[in-house]
């Protein structure tokens, strides 16, 4: 049985540093407890850099190798909801959200009479008839759902 690395780990995670070599900050240079792969811990000593000895915004960004958009968003996210505000999180809708009830009726309609499905065609009708474009491949995930319940 392999152990996995940290950035391995990190990579899974969505919290590994792509900027790691940009990091400048001393502490993070010596082997140790400071990692510049470990996103989090990389905008979290950022943001206790600039607070804690006074650097301004800009200067604790470059010194960790991120940007001062990235700075503000990170301590915006920090103050909004602590450390777990710094961890990384998916991008984009976290559900089904085009598919309602009424899309999902008229896809039911329209499935072949032996029930077998085709995603385009039906993307295509519910686009025609109720102006939502919804891709294929979510038709046939939902319709999936539907069948395991």
């Known amino acids: 049985m392999t152990k996995e690395s940290k950035p391995d ?9 792509p900027k790691a070599e940009g990091v400048r900050a001393p ?17 979290y000593e950022m943001l206790r850099h600039a607070r804690e000895e006074g650097t301004n915004k800009a200067d604790a960004a470059a010194l960790f190798g991120l940007s001062r958009q990235t700075y503000y968003q990170a301590e915006a996210a920090f103050e909004r909801d602590g ?13 089904a959200h085009k598919l309602t009830g009424e899309v999902m009726r008229l896809v039911e309609e329209h499935l072949d009479a032996n029930g077998q499905l085709q995603a385009r065609s039906l993307a295509d009708l519910v686009h025609a008839r109720l102006g939502i474009s919804v891709h294929p491949r979510s038709i046939e995930r939902a319709v999936a759902r539907k069948k395991k319940r």
């Not at 082997?31 to 996103?39: I, N, S």
């Not at 450390?83 to 559900?95: D, E, F, I, N, V």
């Open 83 to 95: 450390m777990s505000g710094l961890l990384p999180r998916t991008r984009g809708p976290k559900s």
């Open 9 to 17: 780990r990190l990579r899974q995670m969505g919290a590994l540093n």
């Open 27 to 43: 502490w993070f240079r010596e082997a140790g407890f400071f990692d510049p792969l470990d996103l989090v811990q990389v905008k």
